[in-house]
Structure formats: structure tokens, C-alpha cells
């Protein structure tokens, strides 16, 4: 008999493949030719991602003091690496994407992966480590793993999600009782296909288990610490109630003060507050989630 994990990766498999601009703009980047107007035209070829661009480098992500109106102007004030990362942002988002479900609402997932994002963007900063804008890219695409459970497995997913809040058990202990598997890995294997940086498909893989990162042992533990930060602080929803524990020795990786902590809550709060319509406008351009990301979402920040 097959398993269901035989069953996911014949899934993700058949799912669609990511624009071919994408593709374009990764293979341009392993080459030491490709110039910043080299990119810059690959992405035009798709009119759709590129306005998807434009949206998310002028909003208050980055908080340029002017607006930005050209893709090359983009590509040469944040990189390519870091804008081949908000190109697959919009491509993973306009393929899993699905209606809710009892128990489970992917807007208001996006808005925990967003605030996910934006805390660990602001750990960065702390730490001065060098662009912090990829880190919210990471934080966006953490929990991916869920949504593809959500798209193959929607009924058996629901079910882990309630396991996990009946039960008190943590949602990877019910994603493996109910499916054989977890999100982690899910979204791991959704990584591999798509051909995620190695540095992401690791945040992908490890944010639950840091102690296991090999590439990049700091983003994930960043990300680590963000996920639950935004979860204490009912920033969205990732499907489960509980405030995850933090694993032993993440706060060492990071190598900052513990003092920082309340007030790093704070801003964490109030960034995330400030940045939710940009953001809610940008994901929702891009996934067709305008109305799940306005109301809802600040109900679920206000709980």
C-alpha cells in the first residue's frame, strides 16, 4: 500500500511549476556575467510579478525614502539573491492557495509568517548581520510546509490541528500520528522541488529543530525565536494555540542581550501593526486574499 507520504510527493510533484521568470532569474545569478539590467529585462518578460515587485520594495518592508519605479532600480538596491526570494514569494502564494476550512485559515496564517518575518528582520538589525530583508522573506515561507498539507490533505490536516489543541501535544506530534509526516518536512520536499536558496529550504526544514542547521544555524534560529514571538503575541494564527517553547541554546546563537527581549516585544508589536496594510495589500494582489487579510487579520492581532 502507498504511503501518504508516497501520496504527497506525487502531489507536489504534479503541482505547478513556478513562473519560468523565476527559473530565468536563478540561472542569471549562478552566472558572474549577468549584469543588474540582465535581470532587471528577465523579470519584465512577466508584467504580473514585476508590478508584484514594485509593490512589496515600496512598502514599509523597507521604508526606502522615495519611491521606487524601475525592476533594475529594485535589483540593485536590494540584490538579486534577495529578489529572486520576493519573486518566489508570489509564485508559492498564487499556487497554494485554497478557501478555509474550520479550524485553519491561511490569511491568517500569511499574517503569523509576516509578523514571523518581520521579528526576526528585526533581530537582525540587532545583531547588525547583513540583510535582515532576506530574513523576512524566510519568515514568510517558514510555515509553507502547512499549506501544503492544507492543499493535498485538507481533511487530515484539520483533524491534526484539532489533536493538537485537544490533546495538548504539540502539532508536528499530531502531523505525524495523523499523516506519518510533518510540515517541516512537507514544506522541506515543496523546497527541493521548487528549488528553494539553501539557506530558506533549511529555515524550511529546521525552524522547529535549529540545533540540526548546518547552513545557516543564525536565520533559523532567528526565525526560531520570531515564530514564537509572534505567536505569544497573537500576531496572526499558525493554527495552533500554544506558544512554542524555545529550544535549548537558540538564544546563545543568536548572541544578544536577554535584556533586549521585552523591548524587542514591543516593537515587534507595533511594526507589525504599522507594516499589516502594505503587507495585506501586496499578499493579497499576489493570492487573491484581499478580504481574508484586512478585518480578520487585526481581529486575530487584537485576541
Not at 101 to 123: Q, R
Request: proline share 6%; no cysteine.
Amino acid at each position: 500500500m502507498r504511503s501518504q507520504w508516497d501520496h504527497l510527493l506525487d502531489r507536489i510533484e504534479a503541482l505547478p511549476s513556478l513562473p519560468p521568470v523565476l527559473l530565468r532569474v536563478t540561472t542569471l545569478l549562478q552566472d558572474p556575467r549577468a549584469s543588474t539590467a540582465m535581470l532587471a529585462r528577465a523579470i519584465l518578460h512577466d508584467p504580473a510579478l514585476t508590478a508584484d515587485l514594485l509593490r512589496l520594495v515600496n512598502s514599509s518592508f523597507y521604508g526606502f525614502p522615495r519611491r521606487i519605479t524601475t525592476v533594475t532600480e529594485a535589483v540593485a538596491l536590494l540584490g538579486g539573491e534577495a529578489i529572486r526570494q520576493l519573486l518566489l514569494i508570489a509564485g508559492v502564494m498564487n499556487v497554494l492557495t485554497r478557501s478555509e476550512t474550520p479550524g485553519f485559515s491561511p490569511s491568517h496564517l500569511w499574517v503569523h509568517s509576516l509578523a514571523t518575518g518581520v521579528g526576526a528582520g528585526l533581530l537582525a538589525r540587532r545583531a547588525q548581520r547583513a540583510q535582515p530583508e532576506e530574513l523576512v522573506v524566510a519568515g514568510l515561507l517558514h510555515d509553507v510546509g502547512k499549506l501544503v498539507e492544507f492543499q493535498i490533505f485538507p481533511e487530515e490536516f484539520a483533524a491534526a490541528l484539532a489533536v493538537a489543541r485537544e490533546q495538548d501535544v504539540s502539532l508536528q506530534t499530531a502531523e505525524q500520528w495523523l499523516l506519518g509526516f510533518t510540515h517541516t518536512e512537507a514544506g522541506h520536499a515543496l523546497a527541493e522541488k521548487w528549488r528553494f536558496p539553501t539557506r530558506l529550504a533549511e529555515v524550511v526544514a529546521t525552524h522547529h529543530a535549529p540545533a540540526q542547521a548546518r547552513e545557516a544555524p543564525w536565520d533559523v534560529a532567528a526565525i526560531h525565536v520570531a515564530d514564537a514571538l509572534a505567536q505569544a503575541l497573537h500576531l496572526g494564527d499558525n493554527g495552533t494555540d500554544a506558544v512554542p517553547p524555545l529550544a535549548e541554546g537558540t538564544w546563545d546563537t543568536l548572541d544578544l542581550p536577554q535584556a533586549m527581549l521585552e523591548p524587542l516585544l514591543e516593537e515587534l508589536d507595533g511594526q507589525v501593526r504599522k507594516t499589516l496594510t502594505d503587507a495585506a495589500g501586496w499578499l493579497g494582489a499576489v493570492s487573491g486574499l484581499e478580504d481574508a487579510l484586512d478585518e480578520r487579520a487585526l481581529i486575530v492581532m487584537d485576541g
